[in-house]
């Protein structure tokens, strides 16, 4: 009889932990029932994918039958481009709470397979859905107290600087003089990107939402004009404690706006080397037959878990984590 290999088959998360995450999911849905907001479970695998540059899928062999020749699948990053699929044929407000991967992503606050949580609201503003996110969070942390800033504000704020109006060439010496690093690049997203999450994250206390990114960071929202007149995404992200925790548009419906997007980001992939996957057509057909006019946003559970429970990792709070899994 062969010897059973001495692997670490327990769960990563403590038990008890694990019914307070079963007790977590069934009040997240309990919060949107209440709310008359439908649950949708919509594929995982889909024959486009996303085109971030700084989001990566997984890629998967799908074959029809034994022997067929195999064609790629794609894992979703998020659920984002089937529910405004939905959104376009009439749903009405959506939720949807289930697995979502990326690939590239492992630490102790990332796992390449993670819990999302993905609402729209047709007819809502940025500012209505922030609230609602607010409610969201107080379901687990019931004293969580909250404030507003807009990107510009927190780099005067924290590096001294406006990141709109200051060169390219002076964001990277500043971000030289402060963060190791090796490499250069001509995207200025990627350095504003580097010093926001590595000098400015760590210093936001308590709930923050940061409102109003800069027009290149826009990615499915809609562009708008702060009060100087500079263009801006309608977008948010909330943080607790320096920890991401949600990402919300103001929603493009403009067909033709987002297919120059995504093309525009296909662009930087190649640029980038990184692969470029077929763009989601459907989604494209969707928005030109008419998407409402809608607020969004995307949360990550696992997260909100491990903040709300005092955890430091997303190992505690997951029933089986990446090295496990």
Known sequence: MSAVPDLDWQPSAALDTLRKRAEGLALLRQFFSQRQVMEVDTQLLSHSAGCDPFIDCFDVLYRAFPGAEPEFLYLQTSPEYAMKRLLSAGSGPIYQLGKVFRNGELGQRHN????????????????????????????????????????????????????????????????????????????????????????????????????????????????????????????????????????????LTDAQEQAARFQADQAQRAALNLPVRPLDQRLLAALAAGQPESAGVALGVDRLFMRAWGKETLAEVLPFAFSRA
């Open 112 to 251: 390449p397979e993670f819990t999302m949580l993905e609402w729209y609201r047709p007819g809502w503003s940025m500012a209505e859905l922030m609230q609602e996110v607010r409610a969201v969070v107080q379901l687990f942390l019931p004293q969580q107290t909250f404030v507003e800033c807009e990107y510009r504000s927190l780099f005067r704020q924290h590096l001294g600087w406006d990141p709109c109006t200051t060169s390219l060439a002076e964001i990277k010496v500043f971000a030289r003089q402060h963060l190791d690093l090796s490499f250069d690049d001509e995207d200025r997203d990627t350095w504003l990107n580097l010093l926001m999450s590595h000098l400015i994250e760590p210093q936001l206390q308590g709930g923050v939402f940061v409102t109003h990114f800069p027009a290149s960071q826009a990615a499915l929202a809609k562009r708008v004009h702060d009060v100087d007149g500079e263009p801006m995404a309608a977008r948010f992200e909330l943080y607790l404690d320096g920890l991401e925790l949600a990402n919300g548009y103001q929603e």
